[in-house]
């Protein structure tokens, strides 16, 4: 066969190969793990590495792990001699991680006969609770030693063997050992099964040959990105958006961003110069976070197919100033960087790039995943419980087409918990769950609307609530207006109401009902074109 | 004397299969898209049955009225502030990378969807009651939106179903048809359960009146025949249910083609199986194990993105298929599907189409023969292939390592289509015999094995019309089941014998006897998901054992509950007892009808080919090879060595 031929077709099967392999060990992971949080809400993401740590295959799973896997491997790398059947674990967001709950393991892949790995298989699983002083290690925070443990890249297996030390180390730390445990040996399975497949790649085509098709891919992924940066303006476009507040003051945290295009070379820089400094409060994002939602955002500009590869972000560099909220540093509290943050870095960098390709980009959604926590005695049951979950919101108008209702975007997509299973596992009657009629932002395509949900609460309970999007609307674009921002109340028995904050955590008492509304999506358009081609 | 005769609608032909002096025969007349039931009645007037005709059948009404979305206009009916459940579903999106993904479009449409003020508890417990006003203005604005037919789906109403009872009743004064959920899904999870109900709401009065005509058709043509219908599940069910409850109708041929497959590969000698049916746009696969238990049935399978929770086997699904179009990328990677062609403007060898499809590569690469693709209704443009393909070749070579290059892609697909349905889910491919049918599963299955390590492929007799095969063979089953979310050790005969008594009643309505298994779905308390057991004492062992076995781990301290109970009744058909040709070793000379240059990985050689027909069970021989049939051929590649056994199958050892 021909040079040619080797690249397009040899390329297409071993990129088709290596991504099967991350999705493979997705499924083992989803298969063996105990929590409800892996397996129904799918919060874990799996891939494999060059010798040289890049990333060559992501499973589709959550984009807020895109990019942000790589820099546990390199930390992983950097701090500990990986040698053959050695595990590295890690979660700790200023060494390689993002936020405590994402513990990740790396497994370095020993070819027979070198000395060094040829390949790493990684994954990540958001676990339930890591200890702190929150039940679910997600609450006010306000410093990272009060979110729970932390761990620097360290060997949980040692040429084969468990590092019982470290484990129980762990172990001992957290609130659900039992589940916890489950969960690492789940991880462990995971990675054994990219170790496995890429050894029998090996055993296929040769380490030699593997070792050109990795480095074809990533030059492959530059090139695409390249392609699709050569179609975009010249220039620089800045933009700018806010958070509410840190939950400590009412200060508004701003983050800026100013994206250099250079289509001569097919080439990017993303610098947020002028982002606030980090927070008190929970919410900053280290600089994995912010990397992450940067790969996300270029990687939309790409079709569907395209492999989620280091490759991508060849040409783009990102500046994020250390000590900003978008690249927070020791001892900053971060559990809600990943899930707060990382969503607003979005909205800035679309706005941004709006401002140099108005037809490919969407309006603000919702943009806060309106983490609500619940937490106190079952007395059906008489055992103490946690509930967990994020609400939905507007997605943003596109051109040309209205923004979905009630879904999630950008960096998560896990799902709700049936209202029936709901009931059955907590004290609560769900009121309603509904469409948030009107909330999406008017203009010629329309935002989504946002959700509302109500739920009576059946005991007394802690009520913790870490919510953005009161304040700053999800922002219009091309004329349209902006989506509703969202608002939680808290109804009590004899019919008063009180409002609650974005981010808060109350001791609500039995009957009371929280009302839960989230933000509806920005509009695209002008309002009067709408209503003129709904008029023909 | 009884006769059965099954009849599978497919895009291209009607299948008819039957028994002839014990073997399966097949007829095939062409289809008739606008009213399928013609070319059923044309099948039937063609093989002439007499005695008392049943007639099984294999419908895509449901499937098409999904696909095109050419529904009813429903109206969905839930419990007030719920209304909007059916359309936010997961709250998940479809495309995790695309900014432009559709805005999906519910089946009910928001005006339609209706609220009655009522709740009933986890516990079953009646917290409200329905009030009569409410339901008067709730059926008022229903007759007055003119809509065809009506979904009722109230939360809880598995675990009582008086309020819901009610509002049906009330409803059914309209004289809609009516889709009730504690009857059609009596299970939790609200969004599931209602969109099953709005599903079989939304086909209903297409199949109903498509299922009534063809029975008509039927009685009319054999005073003492009777329709009967394949279901999801790969069970048999009389007209009238299939008529009531149609969204059990959903993969009505596909299940067919499963339970064929299984059914002969048993025959053959083989318990574990992978099929593998690739069409002109799509590949099936599934995996039957009969060591544990036979076909995979899943309770959670979309259609067409809609979630539908009825039983139906565990098929999956890959956008591999003849008409996969072969494109380049920005970045100069190849990729196959899963854009497809079609059937217009089609591959470009059928005289329309510009874009190189698979099967185009297959015809250039000299392994399709030019005059009897699809039987012979297509009539294949090599000349036209090779011209538009070499245009398309980019820096390649040739057209012939394009071509190569197309399939390599394919197969890597389907191959992984293989893979989430045995290693993902805990099976190895190397225990398995790989059963190609369909168009195109019979040219791919031999490189498809080798790459996937499995030892054996099976190509049964009849490869394009097995899932008639598996409509004739099929036993007739009813399911049912219910949420009770009880302790492990709770007494659930009351639940069984009610559920038992109801199914013999409505096996006695069709004149049938069955027999009962009962069983559970359970999990440990907390989980989000059930593993379905036999229910008998060693129930909750079992359970832990199976946990272990597939996830891993296994913690007998913990609590376990049943989530579901169900009961499958079941009518077996007669054994087949297929007629067994003796055995004379052979090469299959008599069968051999010329050669022809074919490519094996880019590498010309001649290879002989053969005439199916024309072979006798004990032929073997080595490829390369072609065994061509009537609608399908086999590629046999360098090295393999096939067998005819003595029912008639090629019996392919696949050497790595």
Same mark, same amino acid.
């Given at each position: ?123 990540? +699983? ?8 929150? +039940? ?401 | ?68 979305? *050419? ?319 070499? *245009? ?265």
């Amino acid at each position: 066969m021909t040079e040619a031929a080797q690249n397009a077709i040899e390329l297409a099967i071993f990129q088709s190969s290596v991504h099967s392999i991350a999705e493979e060990m997705g499924a083992a992971l989803r298969r063996t793990a105990i929590s409800p949080n892996i397996k129904e809400r799918r919060d874990y993401s799996c891939a494999l590495f060059d010798r040289q740590q890049r990333v060559i295959a992501m499973g589709d799973h959550m984009p807020v792990h895109l990019g942000s896997m790589q820099l546990s491997v390199e930390a992983a790398v950097a701090r500990l001699a990986l040698k053959d059947g050695d595990i590295a674990i890690l979660n700790d967001p200023y060494a390689g991680g993002t936020h405590l709950p994402d513990i990740t393991m790396v497994l370095p892949i020993f070819v027979e006969g070198e000395g060094a790995p040829s390949f790493y298989a990684a994954t990540r +699983a958001h676990h339930a609770d890591v200890g702190g002083m929150f +039940a679910g290690s997600m609450g006010t925070a306000r410093e990272i030693c009060q979110e729970g443990i932390r761990i620097p890249p360290v060997h949980l297996m040692h040429e084969g063997e468990m590092n019982q030390a470290v484990l129980d180390l762990i172990l001992h730390n957290v609130r659900t050992p039992e589940e916890r445990e489950g969960d690492l040996s789940a991880q462990i399975g995971s990675c054994r099964v990219g170790e496995r497949r890429m050894k029998e790649l090996v055993a296929k085509h040769g380490l030699t040959k593997l070792t050109t098709l990795s480095t074809e891919l990533l030059a492959y992924s530059e090139r695409l990105m390249r392609a699709e940066l050569r179609k975009l303006p010249a220039g620089t476009f800045a933009a700018e958006d806010f958070m509410d507040s840190d939950g400590i003051t009412d200060e508004p945290i701003r983050i800026a961003v100013a994206i250099a295009l250079d289509p001569e070379s097919g080439a990017a820089s993303i610098d947020f110069r002028g982002t606030s400094p980090q927070v008190a409060g929970s919410i900053n994002a280290v600089y994995a976070i912010t990397y992450s939602a940067c790969f996300y955002v270029f990687r939309c500009l790409l079709s569907d197919e395209a492999p989620a590869t280091a490759g991508l972000m060849q040409p783009i560099a990102v500046t994020a100033p250390a000590g900003s909220f978008v690249n927070a540093q020791m001892p900053a509290a971060v559990a809600g960087g990943n899930v707060e943050a990382s969503q607003r870095i979005v909205d800035v960098l679309l706005r941004a790039l709006s401002k140099a390709a108005p037809q490919r980009v969407p309006a603000a959604s919702y943009g806060t995943m309106s983490n609500l926590t619940i937490g106190g005695l079952d007395t059906r049951v008489g055992r103490p419980f946690t509930y967990y979950e994020t609400t939905a919101g507007g997605m943003g108008a596109r051109p040309g087409l209205d923004g979905i209702s009630g879904i999630h975007c950008h960096m998560t997509n896990s799902l709700n918990t049936p209202i029936e299973a709901l009931e059955y596992a907590y004290p609560f009657r769900v009121r309603s769950y509904a469409y948030r009629s009107g909330s999406g932002g008017a203009g010629e395509f329309v935002g989504g609307d946002g959700l509302v949900r109500e739920i009576e609460l059946l005991d007394d309970a802690q009520v913790t609530l870490l919510a953005d999007r009161r304040r700053f609307h999800p922002y219009g674009l091309a004329g349209g207006a902006g989506g509703a921002v969202g608002a939680t109340q808290l109804e009590h028995a004899d019919g008063s109401v009180e409002t609650l904050a974005g981010k808060c955590s109350i001791h609500a008492k039995r009957g009371d009902v929280v009302r839960l509304e989230t933000p509806g999506g920005g509009g695209w358009g002008v309002p009067s074109a709408r209503a003129k081609s709904t008029a023909r | 004397m009884q006769m059965r005769i099954a009849i599978d609608t497919g895009g291209t032909f009607t299948d008819i299969v039957y028994l002839n002096e014990g073997k399966l025969a097949v007829l095939k007349v062409f289809s008739t898209p606008a009213d399928p039931g013609k070319a059923v009645m044309d099948g039937l007037a063609q093989l002439k049955p007499s005695g008392d005709v049943v007639v099984r059948h294999g419908t895509t009404v449901a499937t098409n009225a999904m696909l095109e979305r *050419k529904g009813a206009r429903v109206a969905f009916v839930t419990t007030k502030g719920f209304e909007d459940t059916i359309a936010i579903g997961r709250q998940a999106r479809p495309k995790l990378y695309d900014w432009f993904q559709p805005v999906p479009e519910c089946l009910v449409p928001a005006e339609l969807r209706f609220g009655v003020a009522e709740r009933v508890g986890a516990g079953g417990e009646l917290l409200r009651g329905v009030g009569e006003e409410d339901l008067q203005r709730v059926c008022a604005a229903i007759a007055a939106s003119g809509v065809d037919a009506v979904a009722v789906s109230l939360l809880f109403s598995f675990a009582n179903s008086e309020n819901e009872a009610k509002v049906a009743a009330a409803l059914r004064a309209l004289g809609l048809p009516l889709s009730v959920s504690h009857r059609i899904l009596p299970e939790f999870r609200e969004y599931e359960r209602a969109s099953t109900v709005v599903a079989n709401a939304y086909v209903g009065p297409k199949v109903g009146s498509y299922i009534a005509t063809l029975a008509n058709s039927v009685a009319r043509a054999y005073p003492k025949g009777r329709l009967e219908v394949m279901q999801s599940s790969g069970g048999i069910i009389s007209a009238r249910i299939a008529a009531e409850e149609p969204v059990r109708t959903m993969l009505s041929g596909p299940a067919g083609g499963v339970i064929g497959a299984y059914k002969l590969a048993r025959l053959a000698g083989f318990d574990r199986i992978i099929g593998f049916d690739m069409g002109g746009t799509s590949t099936d696969v599934c995996l039957v194990d009969a060591s544990t238990g036979g076909p995979r049935i899943s309770n959670e399978s979309m259609i067409t993105g809609i979630p539908v929770g009825v039983p139906m086997l565990d098929i999956h699904t890959a956008g591999a298929g003849g008409g996969s179009i072969a494109q380049f990328d920005a970045g100069g990677l190849l990729h196959v599907g899963p854009e497809s062609a079609g059937s217009d403007p089609g591959p470009i060898c059928f005289g329309r189409g510009t874009k190189p499809t698979v099967t185009d590569a297959n015809l250039v690469l000299g392994r399709l023969d030019t005059n009897r693709f699809l039987g012979g209704t297509v009539s294949l443009d090599q000349e036209r292939a090779a011209s538009w393909m070499d *245009k398309a070749k980019v820096s390649l070579a040739s057209v012939e390592e394009f071509a190569t290059g197309i399939l390599r892609v394919i197969e890597t697909s389907m191959e992984k289509a293989i893979r989430v349905i045995s290693v993902e889910r805990g099976y190895d491919p190397r225990d398995f015999t790989l059963v190609a049918f369909g168009g195109g599963g019979p040219l791919h299955a031999c490189a498809l094995a080798r790459a996937l390590q499995v030892p054996r492929v099976l190509v049964p007799a009849l490869p394009g019309a097995l899932s008639a095969v598996g409509i004739l063979l099929a036993d007739t089953v009813r399911e049912y089941s219910r949420t009770v979310m009880r302790a492990a050790d709770a007494d659930l005969e009351e639940v069984f014998v009610a559920m038992e008594e109801q199914g013999h009643a409505e096996f006695r309505m069709d004149g049938l006897e069955g027999v009962a298994f009962r069983s559970v779905d359970l999990r440990y308390a907390g989980q989000g998901y059930e593993l379905n057991l036999p229910y008998d004492a060693e129930t909750v062992n079992a359970f832990h054992a199976l946990h272990k076995r597939r996830y891993g781990f296994a913690n007998e301290q913990r609590a376990v509950e049943i989530v579901n109970v169900r009961v499958r009744l079941v009518a077996a058909a007669e054994p087949f007892e297929p007629v067994r040709e003796s055995v004379v070793e052979g090469d299959g000379a008599a069968a051999l009808v010329g050669t022809r240059a074919v490519y094996f990985d880019g590498v010309e050689l001649e290879t002989r080919l053969y005439e199916r027909a024309a072979l006798h069970a004990g032929d073997t021989f080595a490829g390369p090879a072609i065994i061509s049939e009537y609608s399908s051929a086999t590629i046999l590649p360098p090295g393999d060595v096939v067998r005819v056994d003595a029912l008639g199958n090629l019996v392919i050892e696949v050497h790595g």
